[in-house]
């Protein structure tokens, strides 16, 4: 049972919009920055989006990051075949001392 | 270019211990933390703990406390993760990951360990 709430599965086809949500709490995603990680199976994550909305160097714009309150959300516009993956949240808990991750939602691109 | 290269498959028994190793390239080690994030199959990730590679500071999970060691070689420009007492439910694969210490962001990742337990 994670902390953060992700739906197991979301779907889209090429060109539409998706958005993947995250939901917490007042020791974590209201408290702190929320990172979110693209994973392909049978490789390591990959660092997405950091700070909330953040985009690292090389990742496309059509991937966009927001929070507000105890819940985070990823949007990917102009869905692709590649973008086929699974979905992480994390954000640092004041609670828990930890680093958490939500139990990830798997994209899939019809 | 950021590399971290982690160690190879390990096959261990119920009650041993493993050491899990991630050497570092193309940045200065000691600038960095290294977190270190397992996954069991088909399950999510989860988070286990970080040094700071750089004044060996570190800080783990409260479930792993009392059975994980996290060390580095600031000279070889590796970290180390060492979990005993393992069972069944250890059975991951464990990844280390760069930190830039100011944020809670892993931006380079390890290819990853596969560890088994099995009797």
């Known amino acids: 049972q994670s902390v953060l709430t992700q739906p197991p599965s979301t779907s889209g086809t090429p060109g539409q919009g998706v958005t993947v949500s995250c939901s917490g709490s007042s020791s974590n995603i209201a408290s702190n920055a929320v990172n979110w990680y693209q994973q392909f199976p049978g490789t390591a994550p990959k660092l997405l989006m950091y700070?909330?909305?953040q985009r690292p160097s090389g990742v496309p714009d059509r991937f966009s990051g927001s929070k507000s309150g105890t819940s985070a959300s990823l949007a990917i516009n102009g869905l692709q075949s590649e973008d086929e993956a699974d979905y992480y949240c994390a954000v640092w808990d004041n609670s828990l001392n930890s680093l958490v991750f939500g139990g990830g939602t798997k994209l899939t691109v019809l | 270019q950021v590399q971290l290269v982690q160690s190879g498959t390990e096959v261990k028994k119920p009650g041993a211990s493993v050491k899990v190793s991630c050497k570092a390239s193309g940045y200065t080690f000691t600038s960095y933390a290294v977190h270190w994030v397992r996954q069991a199959p088909g399950q999510s990730l989860e988070w286990m703990g970080w040094i700071n590679a750089g004044n060996g500071d570190k800080h783990c999970a409260q479930r792993f406390h009392d059975r994980f060691t996290l060390t580095r070689d600031t000279s070889a420009s590796t970290a180390y993760m060492e979990l005993s007492s393992l069972t069944s439910e250890d059975t991951a694969v464990y990844y280390c990951?760069?930190?830039?210490?100011?944020?809670?962001?892993?931006?380079?990742w390890g290819q990853g360990t596969l560890v088994t337990v099995t009797s």
């Open positions: 990951a760069r930190n830039p210490l100011t944020t809670i962001d892993l931006d380079y």
């Open positions: 700070r909330n909305n």
